[in-house]
C-alpha cells in the first residue's frame, strides 16, 4: 500500500540558508500534519491543513510556513535557519471525516533530517 | 505542559519475557494511539484505542485504556530483540477542542536483551 511520502530524506543547510521539505499523502488521505523531532526529543506538532485549509497551530515558529496544495501535497518552507532547526522533520496524514479535520489514524512518513550548520 | 507522560522512561528485559509501558495524560480525549520508533527513524503507528473501548489486541500487543484514571497500557508479550525501540503515546483531543493534532509522550526506551 502507498505510504506517506517525504522528500528530500536528509538536508544540510547553512545557518540563515532556507529550506523546503515536501510531503505526500497517502491517496484520499485529505489531512496532513507536520511534526519537529529535536535530538532525544518527543516529537512536537508543528502546524496541520484540512482540505487545503489550516486546521490547527502549534509551536512552529514564525520563521517556519506551510501550505497544502490542490494535490494535497504540503510543503514546510523553513526561513532563516538555526543551529536548534536540526531536527527530524515528520509527516503525517489522515483520512478527515466530512465536514471537519481527522479524528483517525495519523500515517506518518520516513521524515527528512535536517542537519544545520 | 506535556499531556502524555510514559512511564517507565526506560525498560530492559530479557527476550521472551513480557514487557509493559504505561501512558497517563491529563485531558479528555478522542482516541489514543501508540507508536514506535527505532532510533533516529520514522514512527510506525501500532494501535489505536477508542475513548469507548477498554481494550485492544493486535499480535503480540496489547493495548488498555482506562478513562477514569486516564491512563493506557501497552503490553508486549514473548518480546523479541527486534522489538527494541522507543514506543510513545499519542493522544487524539480532536472532538474535545478545536485541536487536529496528536500529542506525543516523552515515550519509553524498551531494550530487550538476547
Known amino acids: 500500500a502507498a505510504g506517506v511520502i517525504q522528500s528530500p530524506r536528509h538536508l544540510i543547510k547553512e545557518k540563515r540558508e532556507t529550506a523546503t521539505l515536501k510531503c505526500y499523502p497517502i491517496?484520499?488521505?485529505?489531512?496532513v500534519y507536520w511534526y519537529q523531532q529535536g535530538p532525544g526529543q518527543d516529537p512536537q506538532f508543528l502546524i496541520s491543513?484540512?482540505?487545503?485549509?489550516?486546521?490547527d497551530k502549534g509551536s512552529i515558529p514564525d520563521r517556519f510556513s506551510a501550505q497544502q496544495f490542490s494535490d494535497y501535497h504540503s510543503e514546510l518552507n523553513m526561513s532563516s535557519l538555526e543551529l536548534g532547526d536540526s531536527a527530524l522533520y515528520f509527516c503525517?496524514?489522515?483520512?478527515?471525516?466530512?465536514?471537519?479535520?481527522?479524528?483517525?489514524?495519523?500515517?506518518f512518513g520516513p521524515g527528512t533530517r535536517l542537519t544545520v550548520l | 505542559s506535556q499531556q502524555g507522560e510514559e512511564d517507565p522512561q526506560a525498560l530492559s528485559i530479557q527476550e521472551g519475557e513480557n514487557a509493559t509501558m504505561n501512558c497517563s495524560y491529563k485531558?479528555?480525549?478522542?482516541?489514543l494511539q501508540w507508536y514506535r520508533q527505532n532510533s533516529g527513524r520514522g514512527l510506525v503507528h501500532l494501535i489505536l484505542?477508542?475513548?469507548?473501548?477498554r481494550e485492544k489486541h493486535s499480535g503480540r500487543l496489547r493495548v488498555t485504556l482506562d478513562t477514569s484514571k486516564k491512563s493506557s497500557s501497552l503490553l508486549i508479550t514473548a518480546s523479541r530483540a527486534a522489538d527494541t525501540a522507543s514506543y510513545f503515546c499519542?493522544?487524539?483531543?480532536?472532538?474535545?477542542?478545536?485541536?487536529?493534532?496528536?500529542?506525543f509522550g516523552s515515550g519509553t526506551r524498551l531494550s530487550i536483551r538476547p
Open positions: 503525517a496524514s489522515s483520512h478527515g471525516l466530512a465536514g471537519g479535520p481527522a479524528t483517525d489514524t495519523q500515517y
Open positions: 491517496p484520499r488521505h485529505d489531512t
Open positions: 491543513f484540512y482540505e487545503k485549509m489550516q486546521s
Open positions: 485531558t479528555s480525549i478522542n482516541n
Open positions: 484505542i477508542r475513548s469507548n473501548e
Open positions: 499519542a493522544t487524539d483531543l480532536s472532538r474535545y477542542s478545536s485541536a487536529s493534532k496528536i500529542i
